[in-house]
């Protein structure tokens, strides 16, 4: 009988920044629909209500917890709900992070506080979750899949955006050491890299523009959740089971033309101009 190298059935894997209704509440129900058992973790009970209740309801095997995964406090509540969960534990989806529209400014007006807001935010809730996760499954010799969202913005220039684009290139680089230190204990490292995508989150400050979309990205349009949470679950599963240390560009082809940045250097796809103003102040 053939193995079904996409399934996780038996497998608790946890997954942060799992209601925000984008790319980690997308991933929570791929993971649940794959046979996975899904902690779903959020700041938010109103999110976890609005978009992580209904696909319980659905009878997905999802246990949702309201945490924030920045504090060791929560990353504490988390595995506590992890050991109390009915299965083995596996994998992890490091979702939680982004960067609010106030974040954008230029270099020369980053302040501390700034700088260490983002790297909470982003690159430490990476690296506790991931640190936690991996301790859990080498105490008990289980495999295990470790997967955190980058950005484009760490993989290239992130002009009025340094500190997130810093923190997510930041993500490359202990992705690619934790493959390393992790490998023998048979738990694999890997990240994706997305482009610019639909989520609630980024319709903050990016609006409907398909011909800009044509101009920007290769396949010309922006990615939808579905598409970042599907290489997610690539990675996750056995299907990559070769795969360790990497992070995987998904962005539609928007690295290969580059043409996101308008003549004043500021990313075409900001919707607002006064907004666009106010960061390059």
């Known amino acids: 009988m053939e193995q079904n190298l996409l399934k996780f059935d038996g497998r608790i894997v946890v997954v942060t920044g799992a209601a925000g209704g984008g790319i980690g509440t997308s991933v929570t129900r791929m993971l649940a629909e794959a046979g996975a058992t899904v902690v ?15 696909l319980i309801a659905r009878g997905l095997s999802i246990v949702p917890v309201v945490a924030d995964v920045s504090t060791d406090e929560g990353v504490a509540a988390t595995m506590q709900q992890v050991r109390r969960t009915k299965g083995t534990l596996y994998g992890l989806a490091n979702v939680a992070g982004g960067a609010a529209g106030p974040t954008w400014m230029r270099a020369t007006r980053v302040t501390r506080s700034d700088w260490r807001a983002l790297f909470n935010q ?9 640190q936690a996760v ?5 105490e008990k010799h289980l495999p295990g899949s470790i997967v955190s969202l980058s950005s484009i913005s760490g993989m290239n220039s992130a002009p009025y955006h340094l500190a997130y684009g810093a923190a997510k290139a930041a993500i490359v680089a202990v992705t690619r050491t934790l493959g ?12 994706i890299a ?4 639909i989520t609630p989150g980024a319709g903050a ?5 398909p011909e800009r979309d044509r101009r920007a990205v ?3 349009r922006r990615a939808l959740p579905d598409e970042q949470a599907g290489a997610v679950l690539f990675l996750l599963s056995e299907l990559s089971s070769y795969i360790t240390g990497q992070t995987i560009l998904v962005d539609g082809g928007l690295n290969l033309k580059w043409t996101h940045l308008g003549a ?18």
Request: net charge negative; no cysteine; charged share 30%.
């Open 122 to 130: 982003n690159l430490e809730t990476m690296f506790f979750m991931s």
């Open 264 to 281: 004043d250097n500021t990313s075409v796809f900001l919707k607002d101009e006064t907004f666009r103003a106010a960061i390059k102040r």
């Open 218 to 220: 290769a396949m010309g």
């Open 40 to 54: 779903a973790v959020s700041r938010s009970q109103e999110k976890i209500d609005k978009n992580v209740a209904p």
């Open 134 to 138: 991996a301790a859990e499954l080498r």
């Open 194 to 197: 997305p482009g610019t995508t």
């Open 205 to 209: 400050y990016i609006d409907e523009d």
């Open 180 to 191: 390393v230190e992790l490998a023998l204990d048979n738990i694999r490292v890997n990240a």
